[in-house]
């Protein structure tokens, strides 16, 4: 295929527009392939938005682009796609090109996540240094702010937002998988940019100025300890550092690494409620924390903290000289994220535990002395502070979001796994260890400094784990695995202590800690003592956990302690309501044997009762059998590691499953749930909906409208049920009258009409809705009903009495009328003596 000829950008945009709608995808990523060797920087500048948009969607969902969410493997332009977006492809490389030359493309701040455009929108610097010195003010005002990002920056923008972008996907068709396209190059950028092993690749493309540069790369000799934290000066900022002249080539290839983490952490977790947003932006919760910090700080003596010791990690306090009237607008439309952004999450989550974990042992216990040298790479130092200064603050709130946000179902599942992957980074070390159970796996004691600088991952994120738990249907074997999950995560041995000594350091006084720092550190030698070190980790350990929770809540935080009274008693209902939820399964267990055992080929003649009327089912499709059986084994196990956890032994277990009492034998389970009587009838307890949820009572439900226009049954054909009605509503409409007078009628004729014809049961008194009461109210006159005749049962009855009359030499007429005979001198026999009948 020939080159296409070099023509005027303008022409060279309008063709390429051209063949988007007429060429097929291989074809046009082969012309773009050419296109982007042969032509300057200048013509693919023009061109590179469009680009961008076609391959990505626009930010407002309306064009979806490539549909890189539903492009799986098994499509025939999944491989063109991957080849052309590769890091190391001819997309890349574009972008590498067009950075070479300094190029600005803008994104409206309106598709910035809330808090960051309502910070712009006030007038306040955002937190995320990515967003500095970007903005771009035009004269229409404020409302059309934009950001002039580089073309890295753009790029991963787009790749970015196309998760959370609105889209109409065809009907049956969603972005859940992990193998679609774009879940893939989520993970190869990830281990391209961010790689446990070496380095960060140089970029492929150069030109006659050497390596391409970053915008604002931070050098090597400064280090991470003012990125994402303090200031010593109290009006200085996040800031890149400008690059040195002898900046080294690592340092200068870092930027990249940065830029897609930021951009990753800020479009997909920097989404909370308004009430959070306003928390965290209260001068007086960030001035009330810096006094805090500078009263420690102050203190004679105090260390300075080496850079990377992670003893800082905090959001970044902005104290403006005047503060405008906030504008909560564009945090008013609630975010929900998707199953498919959770899993999303979740990979990057996993990718950072991995790429912090494959520090090198030296790097990680050297000095502190030592971090300050040049020898000490960028990529290391990045390693090193990625998960607290990067993505601990966000996480948690995006975390703390779903978990109060999320529906009561089995998709919880992916949330939960997020937060565990989280919570046990020592799972993606990449050491090989001897294969033992997961139960016996202790967790090893250089993770002590993660569970406290994390305390509130592991004891605010139970806490909201366990009141969600207490609304779910613990017979289902979904919901029973993940309490299954929790449990056996935080039983891992030396977890349950870490967590517990991280919250007595939160509990600390104050005041002793001023009486415990020493006056000066002296070494041994110099006259000092091995108890002012040890004094010196205490003190800096408490500093740690206290700045930790104080910045994600606030300095007037209420800290409930995970191991504390108040929540042992909610672990201990839920003990309880587990014990319950396995009674329960048992018992539908049995129920639906002893219906399995008892239902057999005469049943289906109608020898064996049926309930129309009771709606209720004592399991569900997705919970009989061996789903049952997994149930009980989770909720067994689940309430193994909850004793193990919080240190119950058995005979305390027995006494709290003993206290249930007869509340949980079968004759219970026929009355009704807990209930108070309100003005229109009776109103459910918290006690009483626990109760249904987990099965152990419910109403008796049954059907209150009008019996002709009942779903059809399994054991009906829906098209004689369809045709009886019809045929009936005209009876009906017709006689209607004269059934009203016979059935009205004191003798036996009356009661002989009621019998055939269905009238409204006056005798069993039933509690009603405030609407089936009001529907009642209407009399419903006496009718003819067919629908019985629509019924296999009576189908296949019918038909044995006309083979029996043949054998006996009988037609079909004759055996009709001895066929109505019968049924009129039934009719006759139960109006004489039905009475009678029901009083025996």
């Known amino acids: 295929m020939a080159a296409p000829t070099l023509q005027p950008p303008s022409f060279l945009l309008a063709n390429l527009k051209a063949d988007a709608t007429t060429k097929p995808l291989l074809q046009r990523c082969q012309d773009l392939v050419k296109i982007i060797d042969e032509y300057p920087a200048k013509e693919l500048h023009l061109i590179f938005p469009w680009l961008v948009e076609c391959v990505f969607g626009t930010l407002d969902g309306i064009i979806a682009g490539w549909n890189l969410r539903l492009l799986h493997s098994r499509s025939n332009e999944y491989h063109i796609v991957m080849d052309f977006l590769n890091p190391s492809g001819p997309m890349m490389k574009l972008v590498y090109k067009l950075q070479a030359e300094e190029y600005k493309y803008e994104i409206p701040v309106n598709y910035l996540p809330g808090p960051v455009k309502a910070c712009i929108q006030e007038g306040v610097l955002p937190d995320c240094p990515l967003f500095h010195n970007k903005l771009q003010f035009p004269l229409s005002g404020l409302l059309s702010l934009n950001l002039a990002l580089n073309p890295f920056e753009f790029f991963m923008f787009n790749f970015a937002y196309c998760l959370i972008a609105p889209k109409s996907y065809p009907q049956g068709q969603h972005g859940?998988?992990?193998?679609?396209?774009?879940?893939?190059?989520?993970?190869?950028?990830?281990?391209?940019?961010?790689?446990?092993?070496?380095?960060?690749?140089?970029?492929?493309?150069?030109?006659?100025?050497?390596?391409?540069?970053?915008?604002?790369?931070?050098?090597?000799?400064?280090?991470?300890?003012?990125?994402?934290?303090?200031?010593?000066?109290?009006?200085?900022?996040?800031?890149f550092h400008q690059p040195s002249v002898n900046a080294e080539p690592s340092a200068q290839e870092i930027w990249r690494s940065e830029t897609l983490l930021q951009m990753f952490v800020e479009v997909w977790l920097h989404h909370y409620s308004l009430e959070m947003y306003q928390k965290l932006q209260s001068p007086q919760v960030k001035l009330a924390l810096l006094q805090y910090r500078l009263s420690m700080s102050s203190m004679p003596c105090q260390p300075h903290a080496p850079p990377g010791s992670g003893t800082l990690h905090t959001y970044q306090v902005l104290l403006p000289f005047h503060s405008s009237p906030p504008l909560w607008g564009p945090l008013e439309e609630p975010f929900t994220p998707t199953e498919e952004h959770v899993l999303v999450v979740r990979l990057l989550v996993k990718h950072l535990h991995a790429f912090s974990n494959s520090l090198k042992p030296e790097q990680l216990s050297s000095s502190p002395s030592v971090h300050s040298h040049t020898h000490t790479s960028p990529l290391e130092e990045f390693k090193r502070v990625v998960v607290q200064r990067f993505v601990q603050q966000k996480l948690y709130l995006f975390l703390q979001h779903c978990f109060g946000h999320w529906p009561l179902d089995a998709s919880f599942r992916a949330v939960l796994e997020t937060w565990l992957s989280y919570i046990q980074p020592w799972r993606y070390t990449g050491e090989k260890i001897n294969p033992q159970p997961d139960q016996n796996r202790t967790v090893p004691d250089k993770w002590e400094s993660f569970a406290q600088e994390n305390l509130l991952m592991y004891t605010k994120l139970f806490q909201v784990f366990l009141n969600r738990t207490v609304r779910t249907d613990l017979v289902n074997a979904k919901n029973a695995l993940m309490v299954f999950r929790v449990a056996k995560?935080?039983?891992?041995?030396?977890?349950?202590?870490?967590?517990?000594?991280?919250?007595?350091?939160?509990?600390?006084?104050?005041?002793?800690?001023?009486?415990?720092?020493?006056?000066?550190?002296?070494?041994?030698?110099?006259?000092?003592?091995?108890?002012?070190?040890?004094?010196?980790?205490?003190?800096?350990?408490?500093?740690?956990?206290?700045?930790?929770?104080?910045?994600?809540?606030?300095?007037?935080?209420?800290?409930?302690?995970?191991?504390?009274?108040?929540?042992?008693?909610?672990?201990?209902?839920?003990?309880?309501?587990?014990?319950?939820?396995?009674?329960?399964?048992?018992?539908?267990?049995?129920?639906?044997?002893?219906?399995?055992?008892?239902?057999?080929?005469?049943?289906?003649?109608g020898l064996s009762s049926s309930d129309h009327n009771n709606t209720f089912s004592g399991a569900e499709s997705e919970e009989s059998g061996e789903c049952l059986k997994k149930t009980h084994e989770f909720l067994d196990r689940a309430l193994e590691n909850l004793c193990l956890i919080f240190k119950l032994n058995q005979g305390q277990l027995t006494q709290l499953i003993s206290n249930l009492g007869s509340s949980q034998d079968d004759g219970n389970c026929k009355q009704l749930p807990d209930c108070i009587q309100g003005e229109n009838g009776l109103i459910l307890t918290d006690l009483g909906r626990r109760q249904i949820i987990n099965g152990?009572?419910?109403?008796?439900?049954?059907?209150?409208?009008?019996?002709?226009?009942?779903?059809?049954?399994?054991?009906?054909?829906?098209?004689?049920?369809?045709?009886?009605?019809?045929?009936?509503?005209?009876?009906?409409?017709?006689?209607?009258?004269?059934?009203?007078?016979?059935?009205?009628?004191?003798?036996?004729?009356?009661?002989?009409?009621?019998?055939?014809?269905?009238?409204?049961?006056?005798?069993?008194?039933?509690?009603?809705?405030?609407?089936?009461?009001?529907?009642?109210?209407?009399?419903?006159?006496?009718r003819l009903s067919l629908r019985p005749l629509a019924s296999y049962r009576t189908i296949l009855l019918l038909l044995l009495l006309y083979v029996f009359g043949a054998l006996l030499s009988f037609g079909p007429v004759s055996s009709t009328l001895i066929i109505l005979a019968g049924g009129f001198l039934y009719g006759l026999f139960m109006t004489l003596f039905g009475d009678k009948l029901k009083t025996h």
């Open 176 to 239: 859940s998988s992990t193998d679609s396209a774009y879940f893939v190059l989520v993970d190869t950028y990830l281990k391209y940019f961010l790689p446990s092993e070496g380095t960060v690749p140089p970029s492929p493309f150069s030109d006659s100025r050497g390596s391409v540069t970053a915008p604002s790369p931070r050098s090597s000799s400064v280090s991470f300890a003012g990125y994402g934290v303090h200031s010593p000066s109290l009006l200085k900022h996040h800031i």
């Open 489 to 605: 995560v935080f039983a891992q041995p030396n977890l349950a202590e870490m967590i517990q000594k991280g919250e007595q350091l939160f509990l600390e006084p104050e005041h002793v800690l001023h009486h415990r720092q020493p006056r000066g550190y002296l070494t041994p030698s110099q006259g000092g003592s091995y108890l002012s070190s040890r004094q010196k980790v205490v003190t800096d350990m408490v500093f740690r956990v206290k700045s930790h929770v104080y910045s994600l809540e606030g300095q007037d935080c209420q800290y409930k302690q995970m191991f504390g009274t108040e929540l042992r008693g909610a672990v201990m209902k839920l003990i309880q309501m587990i014990a319950q939820a396995r009674q329960t399964a048992k018992r539908i267990s049995d129920h639906s044997n002893e219906v399995a055992a008892s239902s057999s080929f005469l049943s289906w003649f």
């Open 696 to 782: 152990l009572r419910r109403f008796d439900l049954q059907y209150q409208g009008d019996p002709e226009l009942q779903p059809i049954r399994s054991y009906e054909n829906a098209l004689l049920v369809r045709l009886f009605y019809r045929i009936s509503s005209l009876l009906n409409d017709r006689f209607g009258g004269h059934m009203s007078a016979l059935c009205s009628r004191p003798d036996f004729l009356g009661r002989l009409g009621c019998h055939y014809l269905t009238i409204p049961d006056s005798t069993t008194k039933t509690n009603q809705s405030p609407v089936s009461r009001l529907t009642l109210e209407r009399n419903r006159p006496p």
